[in-house]
C-alpha cells in the first residue's frame, strides 16, 4: 500500500471513505475503554494481596531491629525497607529516607523546602525569575509541581540515549536555573534509558547555581519487561568521582511494584542532602506509617525476592504491550503518518503521529469510547508544539480491552491523518 503522503487527493478520499466507515461501526458499539494512566490492573496488584495477612496479632508487630511498628518513631524509615532501596537505587542504606506512599509527596515537598529554606543556597522564594529544566516528552506531574511554584520551564528535548546534553549543558550556565526532573530508566513516556555517557554528563555538570539539583526520578527502576532489560549507570557514584556529591536529589517508590495507594516512597542524596532534609522532616512527622513498611518488608526480603516478584508482573504486562505494538505494526506501519517505541520496560508506549493530528486522534478516541492522556500532557504547561505526540498506556486494562483500545486508536490515527492530508 502507498504511504498516505504519496497519495493523490482521490486515493486520499476513497482511503478516507473506508476508514470513517470503519469509525462509525466503532462508535455503534458504545465502548467503555480506559488508558489515561499508568495505573497497574487488578491482576498486578493482586500480586501483593498476601501482604494483609503478614503483619497482625500473630505474626507480630515488630521489626527486625525490635521496634514496635504501631508506635511512634522511627523517622526516616524501617531497617529493612532502608536495605531494600538501598539494593534497587544501588545506595548506601545509611543514606536512604522511607517515608509515606507517595514519591511525588516527596518531591513536592522538597521543592518546597528550596522554596522556603533552600536546597544549599538561599530560600528560592526570595529569588526572581527561577527556571527549571524539563526534558520532553516527559512526566506531567513533574511538570505540575514546577508550574505550581512559579518555576519557567524550559523544554528539553528527549533524545534516544536521554535529554539533550548539549542544551542541558549551555542552560545551566544561568544561575536563576534551580533543577532538572529527569525519569532515567524507562522514561515517562519514551521508555528510553539514559546511555552511560549521559549520566556521566550530568555528574560533570558544573550549574552556575550553588543550590541547582538534579531530581532523578528512578521510577522504574525494577520494571523491566524481557530479561534482557535496560541498564543504567548509578549517578550518585559518577557524581562522587567528579566531585559533584551533592549534584542529585533521587527518588523512588513500590507504587507500582505492590499497591499505587499504599505503596511506599523513598529518597536518597549525598550524606549532606539527606541531613539537611530529615532535619527539616521532624517538623513534619513522628514517623512514617511504619505498619505499611513493615508489610513490604515482609513481603519483599531481599532485592532476589523482588526482581521475582517483577517477573511476574512483567508476565502479566508483556501480552498487553505486545497486544498495542501488534495492533501498530499491522495497521499503521508503512504509511508514513505515525511512529513508536518499542521499550523493554516501564509502563508507556509513546506514539507520534502527524503534526497537528494528536488533539484531533485524542477527540476521535473520546468519542468512540476510548480515553487517553490528554494529547500535550507530556509536556511544559501541557502544550505540544508539534501536536503530535501521544501517552499510551497500556497496563490498566485487560489484554483483551488493550487490543481492542489499539484497534480503535490506529483507526483514529488514519482517519485524523487522512482528514489533514485531504484539507
Known amino acids: 500500500m502507498l504511504k498516505y503522503t504519496e497519495m493523490n487527493t482521490e486515493q486520499l478520499k476513497r482511503e478516507f471513505s473506508k476508514i470513517k466507515e470503519q469509525y462509525e461501526a466503532i462508535k455503534l458499539r458504545h465502548l467503555s475503554l480506559d488508558m489515561s494512566r499508568g495505573k497497574p490492573g487488578k491482576d498486578n496488584m493482586d500480586l501483593s494481596e498476601k501482604m494483609f495477612d503478614l503483619v497482625g496479632n500473630d505474626t507480630g508487630f515488630e521489626n527486625v531491629d525490635g521496634i514496635d511498628c504501631r508506635n511512634y518513631g522511627g523517622l526516616d524509615g524501617l531497617t ?23 514519591s511525588l509527596n516527596m518531591m513536592f515537598d522538597t521543592i518546597s523546602q528550596g522554596m522556603t529554606h533552600g536546597l544549599g543556597d538561599k530560600p528560592w522564594a526570595g529569588q526572581e525569575g527561577l527556571k527549571f529544566l524539563c526534558p520532553a516528552p516527559g512526566y506531567d506531574r513533574h511538570f ?75 521510577a522504574y527502576a525494577v520494571h523491566d519487561l524481557v530479561d534482557n532489560g535496560d541498564k543504567l549507570l548509578n549517578l550518585y557514584d559518577e557524581c562522587v568521582k567528579e566531585g559533584n556529591p551533592d549534584l542529585p536529589i533521587i527518588f523512588a517508590s513500590t507504587s507500582k511494584i505492590t499497591f499505587p495507594g499504599a505503596g511506599v516512597a523513598a529518597q536518597t542524596g549525598s550524606p549532606k542532602i539527606v541531613d539537611s532534609l530529615k532535619s527539616r522532616m521532624r517538623f513534619q512527622t513522628i514517623g512514617p506509617d511504619k505498619l505499611n513498611q513493615l508489610r513490604h518488608a515482609r513481603l519483599l526480603h531481599s532485592l532476589d525476592d523482588l526482581k521475582a516478584h517483577m517477573r511476574r508482573h512483567a508476565g502479566i504486562l508483556r501480552p498487553k ?27 508507556f508506549i509513546s506514539l507520534y503521529v502527524l503534526p497537528g493530528c494528536a488533539k484531533r486522534v485524542d477527540e476521535l478516541c473520546s468519542q468512540a469510547g476510548l480515553i487517553l492522556t490528554p494529547a500535550g500532557a507530556a509536556f511544559p504547561y501541557g502544550i505540544d508544539p508539534e501536536d503530535s505526540n501521544l501517552r499510551i498506556a497500556p497496563t490498566y486494562p485487560s489484554a483483551d480491552e488493550v487490543k481492542e483500545a489499539a484497534d480503535l486508536l490506529t483507526v483514529a490515527v488514519r482517519y485524523a491523518a487522512l482528514e489533514k492530508l485531504i484539507n
Not at 88 to 98: S, T
Not at 192 to 216: E, G, M
Not at 322 to 327: E, G, I, W, Y
Open 80 to 102: 529493612e525497607l532502608k536495605n531494600l532501596f538501598a539494593a534497587i537505587l544501588e545506595m548506601p542504606p545509611e543514606q536512604i529516607i522511607v517515608g509515606g506512599n507517595s
Open 144 to 218: 505540575a509541581i514546577t508550574e505550581y511554584f512559579g518555576f519557567e520551564m524550559i523544554t528539553v528535548p528527549i533524545n534516544s540515549d536521554g535529554p539533550d546534553m548539549d542544551m542541558v549543558e549551555e542552560l545551566v550556565k544561568d544561575e536563576k536555573v534551580k533543577g532538572i526532573w529527569c525519569v532515567p530508566k524507562y522514561s515517562n513516556p519514551e521508555g528510553i534509558t539514559y546511555s552511560d555517557d549521559t549520566v556521566r554528563r550530568f555528574a560533570r555538570l558544573q550549574p552556575a547555581a550553588k543550590d541547582f539539583h538534579i531530581f532523578w526520578d528512578n
Open 321 to 347: 504491550f505486545k497486544n498495542v505494538l501488534d495492533s501498530f505494526d499491522k495497521n499503521l506501519s508503512g504509511l508514513g503518518i505515525a511512529r513508536w517505541n518499542k521499550p523493554k520496560g516501564g509502563y
